[in-house]
């Protein structure tokens, strides 16, 4: 399905979310990882903080297995009904993504191929080295909202990590993406 119509399939989605107030990555940025997930064409997609499921509808759309992670068992279960409205593969486990990505980097070793970190901000920099063993080389790991208050020392890591190659995407309060190298 091309961008545009992945983009406008989500757009009551979007409105619903932003009404309740709940903090989606919205269509603009939305259009940004679509792009890259319609490039780099992953298999397996790792997401942390999932709410309501609107970022994993992006993500997920392209056909990839897509396993996210949310705290608050009540929106994870409205996540599970939209991935259903919206045809998502997707496995939402719901606990504190911290101990839930050092069990999965403690079972498996570059598994996935993107990465996809977007729940409580000063818990990124706990979580970096965990899901830079779980992903793939050549893989990427991206992280939303980069420019908050609390996301500075991941900022600063990710982008002097001699494991990483990262650019910084300035889209609203932006995004950062780090290719494992
Ligand atoms: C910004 S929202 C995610 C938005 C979603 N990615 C989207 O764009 O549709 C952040 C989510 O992370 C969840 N969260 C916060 N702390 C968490 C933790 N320690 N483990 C897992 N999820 C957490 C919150 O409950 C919230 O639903």
């Known amino acids: 399905m091309s961008k545009t119509a992945v983009l406008a399939k989500l757009q009551p989605l979007e409105q619903e979310s932003i009404s309740r107030g709940i903090p989606i990555l919205g269509s603009k940025k939305g259009a940004w990882l679509l ?6 064409k992953p298999q397996q997609i790792l997401e942390l903080g999932t ?9 997920g759309s392209d056909g990839a297995e897509l396993t996210t992670l949310e705290v608050n068992a009540i929106i994870a279960e409205e996540a599970r009904q939209n991935f259903k409205r919206y045809g998502i593969t997707a496995q939402v486990l719901t606990g504190d993504a911290v101990e839930m990505v050092k069990r999965l980097a403690a079972e498996r070793q570059e598994h996935y191929d993107i990465i996809f970190i977007d729940f409580a901000k000063n ?6 080295e965990n899901c830079i063993r779980l ?7 991206i992280a939303d909202n980069i420019t908050m208050d609390g996301c500075q020392d991941y900022q600063e890591a990710v982008l002097n990590h001699p494991q990483l190659k990262t650019e910084l995407i300035p889209i609203r309060d932006g995004l950062s993406c780090s290719e494992k190298i």
């Not at 792009?35 to 780099?40: A, C, G, N, P």
């Not at 709410?51 to 993500?59: E, P, V």
């Not at 992903?135 to 790991?141: A, D, N, R, T």
């Open 35 to 40: 792009q890259k997930i319609q490039q780099v």
């Open 135 to 141: 992903v793939k080389k050549g893989g990427l790991i």
């Open 123 to 128: 818990k990124y920099i706990t979580v970096l």
């Open 51 to 59: 709410a309501n499921g609107y970022s994993g509808c992006i993500i």
